[in-house]
């Protein structure tokens, strides 16, 4: 493993084995702390995008580890236009032992790890969220032991968080759903990436447009914002859009009684979930937040070779 660009880039039992060991390291963690296994390396964290959840777990893994992050602004960088991105990759390759890249163009982030001798890890592009689906999986699995047969449905948009989720479910075996309006759906590559992984592991995919539908039977509901960075200006369209798509406590009772609720974060409470649903029984949202921490701890060691 030499990056981390996309769950689909990689097989099952790899991925399950990424999440074995964010488990062992978590549970390493709550038992007195990890051994400095990134003792002496430094992590290059460039941001496009501003983020709390990236920015916070990457650094502190890398502290928990005995290493060190350092975070590098959009002023800073330019990315492809201060600075080729071929520059910056090989550049940056000299400096530190590997590099995280949260960018609104998919593009960026891939041309990173073609010129970089470093591992390059994808912290968000416009395509998907590996990092997330990563923690997702973790919550999932901590939840119910295993993701196999399972039922997760994601109630909205079908966007880069949808991606990462269709892809680690198809791979892992759990069948899953999209509720989504019309003009919102999975981007057209990525589903068919979903459906080859599916075919493998015998998940099931639906794609539907009634959210009452979608959620029955369902052991995971997972929702994000209606509007996501760089759609601002789509705001009062997506506004009248999406209500019907809000997970709430009516819809929540439609599915199987021991449901979690998982939103990725920064939620807009009481626009795609209600504060009840955000703070009640079933909801997994900041469970769901900490095992960022967790599962990218368990991506760097692997990509720095030393777990």
């Known amino acids: 493993m030499k990056d981390f660009i996309a769950i689909s880039d990689y097989p099952a039992a790899e991925i399950q084995d990424l999440l074995d060991l964010a ?17 002496g390396k430094v992590l290059a964290m460039i941001f496009q995008k501003p983020s709390l959840r990236t920015r916070v777990s990457f650094d502190m893994a890398m502290r928990h580890m005995g290493g060190d992050a350092l975070y590098l602004s959009p002023a800073e960088i330019g990315l492809g236009k201060r600075e080729s991105i071929a520059d910056v990759a090989r550049v940056l390759s000299g400096y530190v032992e590997a590099l995280m890249a ?45 993701l196999k047969g399972l039922n997760v449905t994601f109630v909205g948009d079908g966007n880069n968080v949808a991606v990462s989720l269709l892809h680690v479910c198809a791979l892992l075996g759990a069948n899953f ?26 998940s099931q995919i639906h794609l539907l447009r009634d959210p009452h539908e979608a959620v029955k039977q369902a052991h995971v509901i997972y929702t994000d914002t209606w509007t996501s960075m760089g759609q601002e200006e789509e705001t009062k369209l997506r506004e009248q859009v999406f209500p019907p798509y809000q997970v709430n406590a009516k819809l929540v009772a439609e599915a199987d009684r021991d449901v ?15 504060d009840e649903v955000a703070d009640g029984s079933h909801s997994a949202l900041f469970p ?7 599962a990218q701890k368990a991506i760097l060691a692997r990509l720095l070779g030393v777990a």
Not at 23 to 39: D, I, M, S, T, Y
Not at 108 to 121: G, Q, R, T, Y
Not at 288 to 294: D, F, V
């Open 288 to 294: 769901q937040a900490h095992n960022r921490l967790h």
């Open 177 to 202: 759903t999209l509720a989504s309006p019309e003009g919102y759906d999975l981007q057209p590559a990525a589903l068919e990436v979903g459906k080859k992984l599916a075919a493998k592991s015998g």
């Open 23 to 39: 488990v062992r390291l978590k549970q390493e963690h709550f038992a007195g702390g990890n051994p400095p296994l990134l003792k």
């Open 102 to 146: 949260r960018v609104f163009e998919h593009e960026h982030v891939v041309e990173l790890a073609k010129w970089s001798s470093i591992p390059v890890i994808n912290g968000l592009s416009d395509y998907n969220h590996p990092c997330q689906g990563m923690a997702d999986a973790l919550t999932i699995q901590e939840k119910f032991g295993r």
């Open 260 to 274: 979690i609720v998982m939103h990725c974060l920064p939620a807009h409470r009481n626009h795609e979930l209600t």
